[in-house]
């Protein structure tokens, strides 16, 4: 029997809730859990949706953890969720904020969801850049969650290893080399006031994918973490806003307009 050495964090496990046959895939973000993404979840599900926000390995444990794992990992566990959530649900929807944005966009070009939401998509991470060269296992500190609602902590790591930054460095390679193939229909969440992503990132999303149905949509009063922010609220309203839109178009041959 395998043991595994890293506990998950009290708050950053996996949730599965099962509703109709309309699933929504939700990803976190890099070193963020289930956690930042569990009020848009649960609000999601209360509409009757069936959700499932898987943790990707090396989150919510330790960051240790992370040395040990790859983007491939990431990738395939993704499927395997998306998957599940197809093997019950007619219809199929991936959001992901952050980092899992851009892991929303490289799985829809394998799987073909019924439509894709990204908050606050990071196709560009400045304060990371200049550690592609650095050695693997250097650990760099983290500063507090970009969270404009002080009262929300988010589970994170306080330092991340060098390693890791490298995997998201080449989730982002991959994601822009396969933006162009990208032909869902896509609800695009940007914060004005982001401290992590530029907001220039999901204009380059919405500007080099070949889908024709497209929004984005602003949020005025969040940071980074939008699903945990003030604007969270919004992004329950406008995702299942679309979703319906998206499905009833579907089932009727129109496009989404």
Request: proline fraction near 4%; charge should be negative.
């Amino acid at each position: 029997m395998t043991i595994n050495k890293y506990e998950v964090i009290p708050g950053a496990e996996s949730f599965y809730i099962k509703g109709n046959e309309i699933g929504i895939l939700l990803i976190h973000g890099f070193v963020g859990t289930p956690q930042s993404v569990k009020f848009v979840g649960n609000h999601l599900a209360e509409k009757g949706f069936t959700v499932y926000a898987p943790r990707l390995k090396g989150h919510g444990t330790h960051s240790d953890e992370l040395v040990e794992t790859t983007f491939q990992d990431w990738l395939t566990e993704l499927e395997h969720a998306y998957d599940k959530l197809k093997s019950t649900c007619s219809h199929v929807f991936i959001a992901g904020q952050s980092m899992g944005g851009v892991l929303s966009l490289i799985l829809a070009n394998k799987v073909n969801p019924a439509g894709v939401i990204t908050i606050n998509a990071a196709f560009s991470v400045p304060g990371y850049e200049l550690y592609k060269e650095a050695h693997d296992f250097d650990y760099v500190q983290e500063g507090k969650p970009d969270i404009k609602d002080d009262s929300i902590i988010e589970i994170t790591y306080p330092a991340v290893p060098v390693h890791a930054i490298k995997q998201l460095l080449t989730v982002i390679k991959i994601g822009k080399e396969n933006l162009s193939r990208v032909t869902s229909p896509l609800l695009l969440f940007k914060s004005l006031d982001d401290h992590v992503v530029p907001a220039e990132s999901t204009d380059y999303v919405y500007h080099n994918v070949s889908s024709w149905s497209k929004k984005i949509v602003e949020l005025t009063n969040s940071y980074h973490v939008a699903t945990m922010d003030f604007d969270k609220f919004n992004i329950v309203e406008y995702t299942e806003g679309f979703i319906r839109k998206t499905v009833i178009n579907a089932l009727s041959g129109y496009k989404v307009s």
